[in-house]
């Protein structure tokens, strides 16, 4: 997508006048080496179980993740008053979930024996119709997917009775409502719907091992290490915690999950879900780069003022590509049948015959009603509702040619497109 600066969708950071002020305090403060937010791995752990009241954090595989976040953090970041305070806030959130899904777990050591059978994944590179997909899965009304509330706050575990009426559902409404305000772009680019279907990211954040944080912030070193760490840990406390979200719902559900970040540990995933069947999606780079990039620029603008677009292209582009390279040697020395690919383009043409084709593939029920609700959604939710996402390939540094060589295998192998 081309256009002037001026027609871009992220173009600087947001900032109201009380956002600055509270930031220009903390950068005044910091020069006189004075820290007003304590981002230390005790801090942290000492909040979360004054907060809760507990102290029993499980396996204590978390503890390597959280502190080479930290590191990373400190060292890479360059986080405003602002966004140690947000980060802050979030570490002890996610820290306090860990707590109580842990306490859930001893004293209902049955949420262990819920059968999590046959799972859809979703996967691909970001950007890529991921999204779009797993909304029109999600209309089966067999199917049990991840509400972004239940994912917010996972334990108690949540009843299949009230599912529209939990509590918890109107604190994450007022938190996505503030988020918004941070970031105004970012509904345009990623709407955050509470009660709707949501990537399963989240999850994996109770173990501190979420490529989420790269888009919250510059956490080059933390990213490195993580290209390098073994997710199998972080995959079955995943599932653990599926098995608790799942306890109180009809066993009849097959879940629906989706998440691009799954092309960075499908070894992971297949070790923990051997029964999974698996749908990949497929864009043309050029398209899937800028967007990441600038979907990027918004989020991490919230938490920091030093924001780089030109340093993005490359970061994402090197960071996609290792990851596929990797997900490539994976599908090759699996079973090709628990795959199945899915473009972009036809997604798009002929959305219910794409689904009806992924169910003949793996064998799921097509339920009679889905194709109806496919449709009503659809027309509530036409492309571009929220604003078009406009970027560019010069605005975060990347070359064409360039790109197309660091993706060649990948398209040749799966017959991409381009657009």
């Given at each position: 997508?081309?256009?002037?600066l001026?027609n871009?969708?992220?173009?600087?950071?947001?900032?109201?006048?009380?956002l600055r002020?509270?930031?220009w305090?903390?950068?005044?403060?910091?020069?006189?080496?004075?820290?007003?937010?304590?981002?230390s791995?005790?801090?942290?752990?000492?909040?979360?179980?004054?907060?809760?009241?507990?102290?029993?954090?499980?396996?204590?595989?978390?503890?390597?993740?959280?502190?080479?976040?930290?590191e990373?953090l400190?060292?890479?970041?360059?986080?405003?008053?602002?966004?140690?305070?947000?980060m802050?806030?979030?570490?002890?959130q996610l820290l306090?979930n860990?707590?109580?899904?842990?306490?859930?777990?001893?004293?209902?050591?049955?949420?262990?024996?819920?059968?999590?059978?046959?799972?859809?994944?979703?996967?691909?590179?970001p950007?890529?119709?991921?999204t779009l997909?797993?909304?029109?899965?999600a209309?089966?009304?067999a199917?049990?997917?991840l509400?972004?509330?239940?994912?917010?706050?996972?334990?108690?575990?949540?009843?299949?009775?009230?599912r529209?009426?939990?509590?918890?559902?109107?604190?994450?409404?007022?938190f996505?409502?503030?988020?918004?305000?941070?970031?105004?772009?970012?509904?345009?680019?990623?709407?955050?719907?509470?009660?709707?279907?949501?990537?399963?990211?989240?999850?994996?954040?109770?173990e501190?091992?979420?490529?989420i944080?790269?888009?919250?912030a510059?956490?080059?070193?933390?990213?490195?290490?993580?290209?390098?760490?073994?997710?199998?840990?972080?995959?079955?406390?995943?599932?653990?915690?599926?098995?608790?979200?799942?306890?109180?719902?009809?066993?009849?559900?097959?879940w629906v999950?989706?998440a691009?970040?799954?092309?960075?540990?499908?070894?992971?995933l297949?070790?923990v879900f051997?029964?999974?069947?698996?749908v990949?999606t497929?864009?043309?780079?050029?398209k899937?780069?800028p967007?990441?990039?600038?979907?990027?620029?918004?989020?991490?603008?919230?938490?920091?003022?030093?924001?780089?677009?030109?340093?993005?292209g490359?970061?994402?582009?090197?960071?996609?590509?290792?990851?596929?390279?990797?997900?490539?040697?994976v599908?090759?020395?699996?079973?090709?049948?628990?795959f199945y690919?899915?473009?972009y383009h036809?997604?798009?043409?002929?959305?219910i015959?794409?689904?009806?084709?992924?169910?003949?593939?793996?064998?799921?029920?097509?339920?009679?009603?889905?194709?109806?609700?496919?449709k009503?959604?659809?027309?509530?939710?036409?492309?571009?509702?929220?604003?078009v996402?406009?970027?560019s390939?010069?605005?975060?540094?990347?070359?064409?040619?360039?790109?197309?060589?660091?993706?060649?295998?990948y398209?040749?192998?799966?017959?991409?497109?381009?657009?």
């Open positions: 997508m081309t256009g002037t001026h871009f969708t992220f173009e600087h950071p947001y900032r109201p006048l009380w002020g509270i930031n305090t903390g950068e005044t403060l910091k020069q006189n080496g004075i820290s007003l937010v304590d981002l791995e005790a801090s942290l752990l000492t909040a979360a179980s004054s907060k809760t009241g507990l102290s029993n954090w499980g396996d204590e595989s978390f503890r390597l993740p959280l502190r080479t976040l930290l990373s400190e060292k890479d970041a360059a986080l405003n008053l602002f966004g140690r305070y947000f802050r806030k979030l570490c002890i306090s860990r707590l109580r899904i842990q306490e859930d777990l001893k004293h209902y050591p049955e949420i262990l024996q819920v059968p999590i059978a046959r799972p859809l994944f979703i996967l691909g590179m950007r890529s119709g991921t997909l797993h909304n029109l899965l209309q089966d009304p199917s049990r997917w509400h972004l509330w239940e994912m917010a706050s996972p334990s108690p575990p949540p009843e299949y009775h009230n529209n009426s939990d509590p918890r559902i109107q604190r994450v409404e007022k996505v409502k503030r988020y918004n305000t941070l970031a105004p772009q970012l509904t345009t680019v990623h709407n955050l719907n509470p009660k709707g279907p949501e990537e399963c990211n989240p999850l994996f954040e109770h501190f091992t979420s490529p944080f790269e888009i919250r510059n956490v080059k070193c933390y990213a490195e290490w993580l290209e390098t760490y073994d997710l199998v840990r972080a995959y079955q406390f995943y599932r653990q915690q599926l098995q608790l979200l799942a306890w109180h719902y009809p066993p009849d559900s097959h999950f989706k691009p970040a799954h092309i960075f540990y499908l070894d992971a297949i070790k051997p029964d999974a069947c698996i990949q497929h864009r043309d780079p050029l899937v780069l967007s990441i990039c600038s979907l990027t620029a918004i989020v991490r603008g919230i938490y920091s003022d030093r924001i780089e677009p030109k340093t993005l490359k970061y994402w582009s090197d960071r996609i590509a290792k990851a596929l390279v990797r997900e490539m040697q599908r090759d020395s699996e079973q090709s049948s628990r690919d899915v473009h036809t997604l798009v043409q002929d959305p015959g794409i689904v009806r084709q992924i169910y003949a593939y793996f064998g799921y029920e097509f339920h009679p009603q889905m194709a109806e609700n496919i009503t959604w659809l027309a509530q939710n036409p492309q571009h509702k929220h604003g996402h406009r970027y390939l010069e605005q975060f540094g990347l070359d064409p040619e360039k790109v197309n060589a660091q993706f060649a295998k398209c040749e192998k799966f017959n991409v497109r381009r657009e």
